[in-house]
């Protein structure tokens, strides 16, 4: 059964800082890994889609790696904004039936 | 495409009483999921379609706890009869093949 652990399950940085959130999943048959931003109270928002065949992707201020070996992803946040605060999941397509699994979640605050 | 619809946004109802969810996926996508979301559990996969058939129904909670997709653009999610301890916000997502996932904006449901 895949498991999907975030950590932290929360950070607080002031504006202007460079951080990096972790995901990692038990089972590395894994066909794509996807990053999402939700906000309180709304819906989840695709921000990253990476591919089993990729190692990074990359979109503005946001950059995602993923080792499968080792069975870790990271998000990158460069010069993080009071607008980047919110909570970020990760979430694998697993093998066979391509079930979405997701992450418990990092609830990011950045503050002025 | 208008994305992944979800109806109704807001349900309040009475314990014991039937309620239905419903989602229409964007069109041409081939999976389609159910999740719950807790505080306290996070994001649950309930049931997930290929196809219009159900692939892995083992998240369904209990027996009051039923899915259906007659069609490809068409889910209903139905609770019957309806518990406070269902109370929780549920979300319809559909992807094409295992690739990008995208989330309808979530029925917030209240069982009194």
């Known amino acids: 059964k895949q498991e999907v652990t975030q950590i932290p399950a929360a950070l607080s940085v002031p504006e202007g800082e460079n951080l990096v959130l972790n995901c990692s999943f038990t089972?590395?048959?894994?066909?794509?890994l996807q990053w999402f931003r939700q906000d309180p109270g709304k819906g989840l928002t695709s921000l990253l889609l990476i591919q089993s065949s990729q190692r990074e992707q990359t979109s503005g201020r946001l950059n995602a790696s993923l080792d499968k070996s080792s069975g870790r992803s990271t998000l990158y946040i460069a010069a993080s904004q009071p607008g980047d605060s919110a909570t970020y999941l990760c979430?694998?397509?697993?093998?066979?039936?391509?079930?979405?699994?997701f992450g418990t979640g990092t609830q990011l605050k950045v503050e002025l | 495409d208008a994305g992944v619809i979800q109806s109704p946004r807001h349900e309040v109802t009475e314990m014991g009483q039937e309620v239905t969810l419903r989602c229409k996926p964007i069109?041409?996508?081939?999976?389609l999921f159910w999740y719950r979301q807790t505080m306290m559990r996070g994001l649950e996969l309930l049931i997930y379609f290929n196809n219009n058939v159900p692939i892995d129904d083992s998240g369904m909670p209990e027996d009051r706890f039923s899915a259906k997709m007659p069609n490809a653009s068409f889910s209903t999610l139905k609770i019957q009869p309806s518990e406070p301890r269902d109370s929780a916000v549920y979300f319809c997502?559909?992807?094409?093949?295992?690739?990008?996932?995208?989330f309808g904006q979530g029925t917030r449901l209240t069982v009194v």
């Open positions: 997502a559909s992807s094409y093949r295992a690739t990008e996932a995208f």
């Open positions: 979430a694998v397509f697993t093998g066979g039936g391509n079930k979405l699994t």
């Open positions: 069109s041409g996508h081939d999976y």
């Open positions: 089972d590395s048959a894994i066909y794509n």
